[in-house]
């Protein structure tokens, strides 16, 4: 199949030899262009996201492809990668394919399960397609990719859990409400993850956001970002019984909400639930809140337990995942051996063929004038002779499809028949 990928990864180098790697999206179409414009390269795919840059590219038969390959990286970005050979990975035939499965199926991501890269994996296929440079086996292989990708989502739960601590409070709060749908939050203090699990909450459904910071201007500029309000820090206590979900992380050396505050809270919600995320250190939720009937209340370490939880499922359904990868890989490589064995058979077919018919030709003088049924027995008799001869060669070619005698096989039934390419 002369299949060949280079690439690097968050596996294989740091983040600033990566970036010397990386190729813009909106680069994407030249880059594939100036790739399948060099000798022996049939067809190319480009995947370069923030942590991994794979160029994956089909030779015409017999052709050398990894020259062409060095000489577009150094071409490409003006550098000479023997320089990070050492941060390189070099992948052949089988091994290609199973590569770009276990990319597309999130396998060889830095968060094992994570969903982004199916969608990436998607794009670049796109504008492979697009710019014509996938027609044959790489274009077969990236189609499939996409559908074991499908499969793993489908038929394992790798990508279903929360493993990061931002997330982990959605899927809590998911779990005490049903739904998120209407939902309002309240951000105390405006941190980094503060605002990303408030960004997790309004893309599951949240349909408010009220934020308070010390600094009222840092309040508005975050309240801004969700389309919300900010309210100021003295009056939280009076507009925190708004809140269906409060996210806590001031950096206040005492309690802001406690269990006297909550019981007041609940009181004015009329026992409705109150979900509270506290990710500051030290806490800014009473513990004793989580004591009161309709509160509940997760502090950094639960949530990160949830975190080591799922991170836990998660490598128990990636090895579930894995088996998916190699009996699609087993499958497919038949698959494409067995295609790439059709022009082989046609060729020993039309050889015999044409020695059958010689030989007729040859003897018909000796034959004398035969009957019409006579001719058609001769016919029948040579050709019967031919499938018979045929017959365990094709049979031994096709069993072996996709294993790794069967180039050689392939080769040595040419050679033996005398079947040019």
């Known amino acids: 199949m002369n299949l060949i990928l280079v690439g690097i990864s968050h596996r294989s180098a740091p983040v600033e030899i990566r970036e010397r790697m990386n190729i813009h999206e909106s680069r994407l179409s030249a880059a594939l262009d100036d790739l399948m414009a060099r000798d022996g390269i049939r067809e190319a795919l480009i995947l370069s996201t923030c942590n991994r840059v794979d160029l994956a590219a089909a030779g015409e038969e017999g052709a050398e492809t990894e020259s062409p390959l060095r000489r577009f990286l150094t071409d490409y970005h003006r550098y000479d990668p023997t320089a990070h050979e050492q941060h390189l990975y070099w992948y052949r035939d089988a091994d290609v394919v199973r590569h770009l499965f276990r990319v597309a199926c999130s396998l060889d991501s830095m968060i094992v399960g ?31 990719a996409l559908a074991v ?6 038929e394992t739960g790798l990508g279903t859990s929360a493993v990061s601590v931002s997330y982990a409070a959605v899927e809590l709060a998911r779990k005490i409400f049903g739904t998120l749908r209407g939902k309002t939050i309240f951000i105390l203090g405006a941190g980094k993850m503060s605002e990303l699990a408030a960004r997790h ?10 934020v ?18 900010a309210v100021p820090f003295e009056s939280v206590l009076t507009q925190l019984q708004r809140a269906d979900i409060v996210i806590s992380s001031t950096g206040s050396p005492d309690f802001i909400v406690t269990r006297a505050a909550a019981e007041h809270l609940l009181a004015e919600r009329k026992q409705r639930p109150m979900f509270f995320v506290d990710i500051a250190v030290p806490r800014d939720i009473d513990p004793a809140v989580n004591e009161l009937d309709n509160a509940f209340v997760y502090d950094i370490d639960d949530l990160e337990q949830v975190v080591k939880e799922n991170l836990a499922e998660r490598q128990r359904e990636a090895v579930r995942a894995e088996k998916i990868v190699e009996e699609e890989l087993e499958r497919t490589l038949r698959r494409l051996a067995s295609r790439e064995l059709a022009p082989t058979i046609v060729a020993l077919e039309q050889r015999l063929e044409s020695i059958r018919r010689a ?42 499809a996709g294993g790794p005698e069967h180039s050689a096989l392939v080769n040595l039934v040419r050679r033996m028949f005398g079947v040019n390419d």
């Not at 994570?114 to 697009?130: D, S, V």
């Not at 004398?368 to 365990?392: C, D, F, Y």
């Open 212 to 229: 308070s910071n010390r600094t009222y201007e840092r309040a508005r500029e975050l309240a801004a970002a969700f389309s919300g309000t």
């Open 201 to 210: 909450l309004v893309s599951s459904g949240a349909s408010s956001i009220l």
């Open 359 to 400: 030989e007729i030709e040859r003897y018909r003088g000796r034959l004398g004038a035969l009957t019409p049924e006579q001719r058609e027995s001769v016919e029948a008799l040579t050709r019967g002779m031919l499938n018979k001869i045929l017959h365990g060669p094709i049979t031994e070619m096709k069993s072996r």
């Open 114 to 144: 994570e969903p982004q890269i199916l969608g990436q994996f998607k794009q670049a296929y796109l504008t492979a397609r697009e710019a014509g440079a996938l027609s044959g086996t790489l274009r077969d292989v990236s189609e499939q």
């Open 149 to 154: 990708g499908r499969r793993v989502r489908r």
